[in-house]
């Protein structure tokens, strides 16, 4: 997952906000199931395809007062994570 990348929440996954501190994301393709926090739920909730990787980021810093300075590499790495699992995809923005 690049910065400039775009992702898009695969349809098929199905989520499950039934918890207070995390929400879980199952894709009945895979019978694979991810447990997120607060947190990646907003990333989840931000995928879109039309924000980038870094606008998320940007978004989430803004969000959260007590964001690390690390808030890129870490939404980066989440994304990342998801892509592999075929939770997320990515597209690249501008044209090609």
């Known amino acids: 997952m ?3 990348d775009a992702p898009t ?3 098929q996954v199905i989520l499950h906000e039934e918890f207070d501190d995390w929400v879980l994301l199952f894709l009945p393709l895979t019978g694979e199931v991810v447990g997120i926090d607060p947190v990646g739920l907003l990333i989840w909730k931000m ?3 039309r924000r980038t990787a870094a606008e998320i980021a940007s978004a989430i810093a803004a ?3 007590d964001a690390p300075p690390t ?3 870490d939404t980066l790495a989440f ?3 998801l892509s592999r ?3 997320v995809s990515t ?3 501008g044209t090609e």
């Open 85 to 87: 699992r075929m939770f």
């Open 71 to 73: 808030v890129l590499d």
């Open 47 to 49: 995928l879109d395809g």
């Open 2 to 4: 690049k910065p400039t």
């Open 79 to 81: 994304l990342t994570d």
């Open 63 to 65: 969000q959260c007062k």
């Open 9 to 11: 929440a695969n349809p």
């Open 91 to 93: 597209e690249k923005t």
